[in-house]
């Protein structure tokens, strides 16, 4: 269940982020890919870092809070680098 946080949130991270920064947005698919991985590795680094109350697991709001805002921000993190990549690429 906790991971399945990460990757919905992750997704829906990804796709704020390309909203919000137009020079990052590289389209809903891709957006959305890019979220769920940074979702998966976003919550398994915080739990990784020590933050393990907030992304350990647990069911109860924190812990769930935590998965959400760990996949969120990962999302936008890896979507991030995958638009450098693919920018640097196309030069």
Known sequence: MELLIGLVS??????????AVKNINQGT????IAGIVGGGL???ILT??????LASG???LGGIIGQVAGGGVGGG????????VRNMMAK
């Open 10 to 19: 992750g997704a829906v991270g990804g796709n704020v982020a390309g909203a």
């Open 48 to 53: 990784q870092l020590g933050a393990g109350d």
């Open 77 to 84: 993190v890896v979507l991030a680098i995958v638009s450098v």
């Open 29 to 32: 698919l891709i957006n959305s």
């Open 42 to 44: 976003g919550g398994s």
């Open 58 to 60: 647990g069911m109860d």
